[in-house]
């Protein structure tokens, strides 16, 4: 597993492979068990093989900015709590499944045009039916159709953050909880139930 640093001062535990870096200066190498190092620079990356510590260099010779914001990233998504965050993202925008096996699109356009394209079927502006392309394929939808569709889209939103609330709050109890599988498990207990409901 990868093990980044932060700091610009470092003891390896066992035998590791480092990069000390700025914009306009990168130098790396090897440091043994109990050995430290220190470093001036602003970044100090730390990796357990040099295969790892290859491919970052290489990145960071090629397109310095991108590969520091990556780094940074991984750093930001230690914290439980933003790797939550961004993984209730990535499911509340990654679509979701209908009863009948449609699969539709939940990115965040995808959930602006279906409240735009309901509401303009409600005030005439739109005839129904109309053609809609799910990530499973065209699919006509009636008013009575297209409103299912926007109710699931909205309930899955609405227990995508419920399941991120959850899953926040048993991390108070449990720094060490695996916060991916418990939103999964949450999240359908919880969206089991409310589809449950609206069937």
């Not at 870096?21 to 043994?32: F, K, M, R, T, Y």
């Not at 260099?57 to 991984?74: H, Q, S």
């Not at 109890?173 to 409310?194: E, H, N, R, W």
Request: net charge negative; proline share 6%.
């Amino acid at each position: 597993m990868t093990d980044v640093q932060s700091t610009q001062s470092f003891i390896a535990a066992e035998r590791t492979f480092w990069i000390a870096h700025s914009p306009d200066a990168l130098h790396h190498g090897v440091l043994e068990p109990r050995q430290p190092m220190q470093t001036g620079l602003p970044y100090l990356e730390t990796y357990p093989s040099q295969r790892v510590q290859d491919r970052r260099i290489a990145a960071l010779r090629r397109d310095y900015a991108p590969a520091v914001a990556e780094w940074l990233e991984t750093l930001r998504l230690r914290d439980p709590v933003a790797k939550l965050a961004d993984y209730r993202w990535r499911r509340e925008t990654g679509g979701m499944t209908l009863p009948d096996g449609t699969e539709i699109l939940t990115t965040r356009e995808a959930q602006a045009q279906i409240t735009s394209t309901m509401l303009s079927m409600n005030v005439g502006i739109v005839e129904p039916p109309v053609r809609w392309k799910a990530q499973s394929g065209w699919v006509s939808l009636g008013l009575a159709e297209l409103g299912f569709v926007a109710a699931a889209v909205a309930l899955h939103v609405k227990v995508c953050f419920q399941a991120e609330e959850e899953v926040q709050a048993q991390l108070s109890g449990d720094p060490d909880l695996d916060v991916v599988s418990s939103f999964d498990a949450t999240y359908a207990q919880l969206i089991t139930a409310a589809m449950a409901e609206m069937s």
